[in-house]
């Protein structure tokens, strides 16, 4: 089972934890990063560190969950986070987000693959899914560039929100409406 750091080409993939919301913060508080869910945009540190802890709080539980992606030279440099965990609906859910400084290079992708290929291999009966904003092309491209295909909308069991399922295999989403 996959356990913690993981390397790709060029990013030092590093667990999730209790800790890493003030290196995260600027991620999860950049309007630009949120642009198509201004209201998931966190306000405040704290909201950040409670998001860090529950990814490690799944790495425990599951052995696998969000890392902090590195680049791998520079580790320093936070350059996203993403990974995948467990879904309420029996999938992995599948989660990459990119500083703006460092997108359109191709990072998405490449933390993509790294999280398929994770939850692959922790639990390959499991698919895994991208859910996705219908209005976030860009990431529709991402998760099309990694392997997935749009499998259908569908209601994310998470918080209950329509969205495109990007999946590795055949799945159904739960319907929307």
């Known amino acids: 089972?996959?356990?913690?750091?993981?390397?790709t080409e060029r990013l030092?993939?590093?667990?999730?934890?209790?800790?890493?919301?003030?290196?995260?913060?600027?991620?999860?508080?950049?309007?630009s990063v949120w642009w198509y869910a201004p209201d998931s945009r966190h306000r405040d540190p704290s909201s950040?560190?409670?998001?860090a802890a529950r990814a490690g709080r799944r790495w425990k539980q599951d052995a696998l969950s969000y890392?902090?992606?590195v680049l791998a030279e520079s580790p320093d440099v936070v350059v996203g986070s993403g990974g995948a965990q467990r879904h309420r609906s029996g999938v992995w859910n599948l989660n990459y987000r990119i500083v703006p400084d460092f997108q359109r290079q191709g990072f998405g992708v490449e933390l993509a693959r790294a999280g398929i290929e994770a939850a692959n291999t922790a639990d390959p009966d499991l698919a895994v899914v991208a859910w996705i904003d219908s209005i976030?092309?860009?990431?529709?491209?991402?998760?099309?560039?990694?392997g997935l295909?749009?499998?259908?909308?569908?209601v994310d069991s998470s918080d209950g929100t329509t969205r495109l399922a990007f999946a590795d295999r055949m799945w159904s989403p739960a319907p929307a409406g």
Do not use: C, I, K
């Open 12 to 31: 030092l993939l590093q667990p999730m934890g209790a800790g890493d919301g003030q290196r995260l913060f600027p991620l999860f508080n950049d309007d």
């Open 48 to 51: 950040t560190e409670a998001y």
């Open 136 to 146: 976030n092309v860009q990431s529709h491209a991402t998760a099309r560039a990694a």
């Open 67 to 69: 890392w902090v992606a």
């Open 149 to 154: 295909h749009f499998v259908g909308e569908g």
């Open 1 to 7: 089972m996959p356990t913690g750091l993981m390397r």
